[in-house]
């Protein structure tokens, strides 16, 4: 059983920043595949980002240039810094692992499992 647990989320204006975290449980966090997607009101959960084990990164061709996705494995953490936040940005942001994923995985139904998630709010 793998648990994540969410942080960093919080209301900003239109042009900050935020970083989000994700604290993974797990004695192989460093072998999981490790995703963030958000869901804004009345939307479908969209995938954001992807990190493999080994680094290896994939975001959504909107984000590109403003988000940024990176883990810790000593840690146990993996983080999404997003620069450049738009009111359209504002969502329940949602980490994910993908235990024993060969590559990066931008579909929801590859995981195995959800953090809570962390809402972010972007004033205009």
């Known amino acids: 059983q793998v648990q994540l647990v969410e942080s960093g989320g919080g209301l900003v204006q239109a042009g900050g920043s935020l970083r989000l975290s994700c604290a993974a449980s797990?004695?192989?966090?460093?072998?999981?595949?490790m995703g963030w997607f958000r869901q804004a009101p009345g939307k479908e959960r969209e995938f954001v980002a992807t990190?493999?084990?080994?680094?290896?990164?994939y975001y959504a061709d909107s984000l590109k240039g403003r988000f940024t996705i990176s883990r810790d494995n000593a840690e146990n953490t993996v983080y999404l810094q997003m620069n450049s936040l738009k009111p359209e940005d504002t969502a329940v942001y949602y980490c994910?692992?993908?235990?024993?994923?060969?590559?990066?995985?931008?579909?929801?139904?590859?995981?195995?499992?959800w953090g809570q998630g962390t809402q972010v709010t972007v004033s205009s």
């Open positions: 994910a692992a993908a235990i024993w994923a060969l590559g990066y995985k931008t579909t929801a139904n590859d995981y195995n499992y």
């Open positions: 797990g004695r192989t966090f460093s072998s999981y595949t």
């Open positions: 990190i493999t084990w080994s680094g290896n990164t």
